[in-house]
């Protein structure tokens, strides 16, 4: 269910996409009656074409989802209960999948000379959890920098009586 508040859910719901029609769309009520084919229009996602879906079907790790939607995972889940397609879950759970690895990857590895340029390609969803890869990371090493590892128990400081 969808946030009121949530700038995201704003943003998602609000996107257009670029959309060529091939033929002549005479009598739709949402375009112009005089649209001839071949004209460039920008539509609501659910009037796209699956160009993006066999990229990334290819290849979702170098896809660059962002271009296509900054909000690219939370608008299909959207547009599949919209659309009442069945097939868009698991394809977005797909893609996901096959990011989500790469994220985390570069998150840990990535310099900070690298970082702007990598975030450019990056959905919303998936910003957030480069940067909480990169969190963990820095908690990580703070933890195994940081003071003594192991404490000795208080119950183990006393001496025994001898009697």
Not at 14 to 35: C, I, K, M, R, W
């Amino acid at each position: 269910m969808a946030n009121y508040y949530d700038i995201g859910d704003i943003l998602a719901e609000e996107e257009l996409v670029p959309t060529v029609f091939q033929y002549g769309a005479n009598g739709v009520g949402l375009f112009d009656s005089s649209d001839d084919a071949d004209k460039f229009h920008f539509h609501d996602l659910f009037l796209a074409r699956s160009k993006t879906r066999e990229e990334i079907a290819a290849d979702a790790a170098h896809v660059d989802l962002r271009s296509r939607s900054p909000y690219f995972y939370e608008l299909g889940c959207k547009i599949a209960l919209l659309i009442r397609d069945r097939t868009i879950g698991p394809f977005l759970l797909v893609a996901f999948q096959t990011r989500y690895r790469d994220v985390l990857v570069k998150a840990h590895a990535l310099t900070l000379t690298m970082t702007p340029k990598y975030l450019t390609l990056l959905t919303n969803e998936e910003i957030k959890l480069y940067e909480a890869g990169q969190s963990s990371i820095a908690a990580f090493k703070k933890w195994r920098m940081g003071g003594p590892r192991f404490q000795v128990a208080p119950v183990l400081g006393r001496k025994r009586k001898l009697t």
